[in-house]
């Protein structure tokens, strides 16, 4: 149980258009996603915290109008990276926290890849 | 100012021998998680450690928190290539949204 996904699991677009990535629970509700960015040999830093049906909370220094955050559903929230410029070329990973679940518990996606040439 | 740091940030070690990792803040947490992460796919929850002082075991993995649950940290016995991969800690904000903080992680290399 408790398994989350990523789709795609990596991208290669062109610099200027905007890329799509969906993070979903499986088997399970999710309340609140999280959004993380992971540059090479580098740790994960968080970008935003999405709560289903209301807007993303944005870390300090995450741009809102180019990484637009929905979670519009219990197991759906989605990345879209608009206007993609090679910077935002990242491995991308999402995590859920599950409805009525511990608070310290959240599941991590595997993942996706953005290149952007 | 990152929340949480790690030591040492690299480490290549022969197969068999002995390390420990460190996760060190000045801020007092409820509680601390340790993650491994392989290239190309997500963190892997190792151990939750909630207790001040608190000792647990996975296999040949120790982990202890902080006294003041301040700092952590990871030592594993008779270490082998399988343990390769990024080890982060991270811990989960005490207010708001709960969200996760992570380390600035140790990069493992363990040579056969």
């Known amino acids: 149980g408790a398994v989350v996904s990523q789709h795609p699991s990596w991208v290669i677009c062109k610099s200027g258009t905007s890329v799509k990535i969906e993070c979903r629970s499986l088997?399970?509700?999710?309340?609140?996603m999280f959004w993380y960015r992971q540059f090479p040999k580098q740790s994960l830093m968080l970008m935003a915290t999405?709560?289903?049906?209301?807007?993303?909370?944005?870390e300090q220094g995450v741009e809102k109008d180019k990484f637009l955050i929905n979670h519009a559903s219990l197991t759906l929230s989605t990345l879209t990276v608009t206007s993609a410029h090679p910077e935002d070329s990242s491995f991308y990973i999402c995590?859920?926290?599950?409805?009525?679940?511990?608070?310290?518990?959240?599941?991590f996606g595997p993942g996706t890849r953005l290149t952007v040439l | 100012t990152q929340l949480l740091e790690q030591s040492p940030q690299f480490l290549s070690i022969q197969e068999g021998e002995n390390l420990t990792v460190y996760c060190n803040s000045s801020?007092?947490?409820?509680?601390l998680q340790w993650y491994r992460q392989e290239p190309g796919e997500g963190p892997v929850l190792l151990v939750t450690?909630?207790?001040?002082?608190e000792v647990k075991k996975l296999k040949r993995l120790t982990f202890q928190f902080g006294d003041a649950r301040k700092d952590s940290s990871l030592h594993i016995t008779a270490a082998q290539p399988g343990d390769t991969g990024l080890y982060l800690c991270?811990?989960?904000?005490?207010?708001?949204?709960?969200?996760?903080?992570f380390g600035t992680g140790t990069r493992l290399k363990v040579l056969a």
């Open positions: 995590s859920a926290r599950a409805f009525g679940g511990s608070y310290n518990e959240q599941f």
């Open positions: 088997d399970f509700q999710a309340t609140t």
């Open positions: 999405s709560n289903e049906g209301s807007k993303a909370t944005y």
């Open positions: 801020s007092v947490f409820s509680s």
């Open positions: 450690v909630v207790t001040g002082g």
């Open positions: 991270a811990v989960r904000t005490q207010s708001g949204t709960y969200k996760y903080i």
